[in-house]
């Protein structure tokens, strides 16, 4: 029987082979690759996205942190700053930084014979090239030591953002057709000095911790008062939303029964970590500004206003951390005597305590960057101008912060300004970075795995 | 005195407690520890606690309390006539507190004895003596707010005086009380954990009291709206044209209009970059490439909003007009700020936010599943794409809808970059404003609080938390039903 088959018909040849793709399984096999490349795809232009925004912040960012000067030797005529030479400060203080426009621009006019720079242009033009800070940069200094008078001193003066943008390549000469503030031949001569050394570039510490200047003046504008300001808010987001952050996530995690009003507070603070921020502010400006009369534009209220809105993620990852504490350590000092009390504040929260941290300087850090709610409680539109003069007046009177700062930077009508806002942003990301990386090394150091 | 020297003075008197009490302890059981209920610091506890907490909640109630009170009072003497609006009320107000403080200043300086305040009249040059001590005044000082300035003064004074009276008797009584019950029979740490946890009560219920106080700070100034200017033509207006001179249109249809355009535009940059990142780091990547490239994308989520929106207002906006702009491009774009602009740096903003929820939702995913669906002869895509994917939807569907309320409560990327007329338009790259927006915009001006142009971004703040409080509970609650299935 078995023959039978033998000689039989040949069995059908089949359609498709297994060594030899298919149509289909070809066509299944590219939608695979395929849709592999998206993924990659989608992953590369978030990196891209990254890399692009980082690179925007440091191109145009790093050049706020250098400035233009010009050294000029100012003589100080004793004939103009102190008629009657008895070097009285009061008298000294009588003339204005008007009074010493006349003795810059012969200071200018010196620089330029010195080095040989041709110019038919006034005295009163070729001022344009310094800021108009110069003045009282050497009124100040007159002011300070009314021995230099009748002398000639070597003054590092700040130049105009024109100037300033132009050796950094921000201005140029067809840029300043319509500028009334300074010419291209203005630019001739700054080319000559440049090459004589008397106009130099060099690293711009005021710019990190200077104060802000009113809108003319953006090349003395610096970031450090605002910075005080943050300090002083974090301060109170600090000394505030920890222990009432972890008082809180004690209370849901250990002690709260389940019942309506337990369930009630999860829901609060599930929902209130996905408030806009800007809801924030209007709560702080309604309940801190209107109804308690708090001053407006304080660190104080800027500090509350970010507690409360820092508060639910502290709560969240305090949970999370006092949760990964197992039960053995709570029931062997529960059997040693213990009451729940003293097993939860010796033991459980010591061990939660890198955690915790981890999760309240994420807390700082997202703080540190919010802007929204402090545009609402009067941080914006404060020019930072002086810094605060103790701890009680820096968190109560009138400051900026970073992020607001920055704000009001971007907001200015002159493009010299842009850079300062890029500055700044490298200045506060560099505090978010630090901040993490805090978090970070906390983490890997001391996070425990049972 | 002020506020701060009595609180010193409770907390000294909270740390003198606390040593009399643990010696007090101790005494009564002679020194030997071992008699006492609970350990010794835990007597002194008690007395430090029972000092200082109820006198400093008294202080605190009666710190925001006073100035309430004191200000309706002082508001009494201001005929009602001197005022047109609420607004002119607050403005007189603040004068009255200057004067207050300017008449407090000058008798701390001796230019005045408080005989010769209480003689002080309208017609006396009040505005030039209180200049003397470095209080200007913007106008001279008229009769009804001299009065209301010297009964805020003496109110406030007799205030202060209670307080501090009450404040210290409240401490005392805390800290005898304190002391009689000490002995070493007493429960003092079942007595100190009772206290303590009534603080981690009340320190929990801190959420409630915010959400309270934002929906009570909102719902009082939208009501005050409502009554200046009618809910319909808010709810229902389209125009949007504050004036601060009166006759404003106050529409909120373009502004939702605007949030909801932008909004769409960031979530269709954001959902599929991020969907697809996610798919890619949790189905396919190696450990090696995940570790690097999730990192680096939650990076995103760490920048603040403030730099998307000068990156917005700085790169987009520009790169925008060269290509659809009216020089050179296709002419579509009249400006560099636009709801293009505005919604891809949003987008941007949003895709880390996108990919690392979808990510938690996809490993959820039990992975009997995918084996089961491989096992059939399933390519991993098809895999993802039709089982993978379906059970991971409502969780999905849950992260793009928390991705959505944030990006209609985002303020700072739509400040900066989309403008600020409100316009109804389907245009992707005009220029249109949002709701966040115009909240700043009314609200940081000079404009009176009490005028109809600020107190509708109350009523705007109201309707926003409405909306992202719907769709956060919606959210989460499309994520627990999804969660309950596999758990």
Known sequence: ???????????????????????????????????????????????????????????????????????????????????????????????????????????????????????????????????????????????????????????????????????????????LARDKNLDAAHLDIVDQLQ????????????????????????????????????????????CLSLPIGVAASIYLEEFAPKNRFTDLIEVNISNLAAVPSIVFGILGLAVFIQFVHLPQSAPLVGGLVL???????????????????????????????????????????????????????????????ETAPLLLIGMIGYIASTPPDGIISGFLSPNSAMPAQIYEWAKRADPAYYERAWGGIIILLIFLMTMNIIAIILRRRFERRW | MPASWIFLIVVVLAAIGYVLARGRALASAQGDSRHL???????????????????????????????????????????????????????????????????????AQGVLTEAAVTRLSAADDVRGQLGKVGVAL???????????????????????????????????????????????????????????KGLLVLAASLAILTTVGIVLSLLFNTVEFFKLYPAKDFFFGLTWSPSFGGGSELGILPLLWGTLYISLIALLVAVPLGLFAAIYLSEYASPAIRGIAKPLIEVLAGIPTIVYGLFALVTIGPLLMKAFGEQGGLGWMAGGTAVMTAGLAMGIMLIPFVSSLSDDIINAVPQSLRDGSL????????????????????????????????AIGETMIVVMGAGAAAKLSLNPFDAMTTVTAKIVSQLTGDADFASPEALVAFSLGMSLFVITLALNIFALWIVRKYREQYE
């Open chain 2, 375 to 406: 096992g059939l002869g399933a390519t991993k895509s098809e895999t993802i794409k039709q089982v993978v994917l379906p059970a991971a939807l409502p969780g999905i569907v849950g992260a793009v809808l928390l991705a959505a309320s944030r």
């Open chain 1, 195 to 238: 090459k004589a050394g008397v106009v130099s570039r060099s690293f711009n510490w005021s710019f990190i911790f200077g104060a802000d200047a009113s809108e003319s003046r953006p090349e003395q504008a610096g970031i450090g008062v605002s910075m005080l300001g943050s300090l002083f808010m974090m301060l109170v987001v600090l």
């Open chain 1, 307 to 369: 507690t409360l809105m820092t508060l639910p993620t502290i709560i969240i990852s305090t949970r999370a951390a006092l949760k990964a504490v197992p039960p053995s350590i709570r029931d062997a000092a529960l059997g040693v005597g213990a009451s729940k009390m003293q097993a939860v504040f010796h033991h459980v929260l010591p061990l939660a305590m890198p955690g915790i941290l981890t999760g309240t300087i994420i807390g700082l850090a997202q703080a540190l960057g």
């Open chain 2, 138 to 196: 913007g106008s001279d000082v008229d009769a009804a707010e001299l009065e209301a300035a010297r009964s805020f003064r003496s109110l406030s004074h007799t205030g202060d005086l209670i307080r501090d009276g009450l404040v210290v008797l409240l401490a005392l009584a805390g800290f005898g009380w304190a002391l009689k019950q000490t002995n070493k029979d007493f429960r003092a740490r079942n007595a100190v954990e009772k206290v303590i």
């Open chain 1, 1 to 175: 029987m078995t023959d039978a088959t033998q000689f039989g018909a040949e069995a059908p040849k089949p359609k498709t082979s297994i060594l030899e793709l298919d149509k289909r399984t070809r066509k299944r096999n590219a939608a695979e690759t395929r849709f592999r490349y998206y993924g990659m795809a989608a992953v590369a232009v978030g990196v891209i996205f990254l890399v692009v925004l980082l690179g925007t912040i440091v191109r145009n960012g790093i050049p706020a942190f250098t400035q233009t000067y010009i050294t000029l030797n100012v003589e100080l005529p004793a004939a103009k700053l102190d008629k009657k030479g008895n070097r009285d400060p009061a008298e000294i203080a009588k003339v204005t930084t008007f009074g010493y426009n006349g003795i810059i621009s012969d200071a200018l006019v010196t620089a330029l014979k010195d080095n040989g720079v041709q110019s038919d242009m006034k005295d009163a033009d070729l001022r344009k090239m310094l800021s108009s800070s110069a003045a009282a940069q050497i009124r100040d200094a007159v002011l300070a030591d009314p021995s230099i008078i009748g002398t000639t001193q070597s003054f590092r003066l700040l130049a105009s953002s024109r100037v300033d943008g132009y050796l950094k390549g921000r201005v140029t000469r067809e840029s």
């Open chain 2, 37 to 107: 209920h609970s350990l010794p610091s835990y007597y002194g506890m008690n007395a430090a606690l029972l000092t200082a907490i109820p006198a400093l909640i008294l202080l605190g109630l009666w710190l925001i309390a006073q100035p309430v009170f004191v200000e309706k009072r002082a508001e009494a003497f201001i005929p009602a006539d001197a005022y047109e609006s609420a607004g002119q009320l607050s403005l007189m107000m603040s004068d009255v507190h200057r004067i207050a403080a300017g008449l407090d200043a000058a008798v």
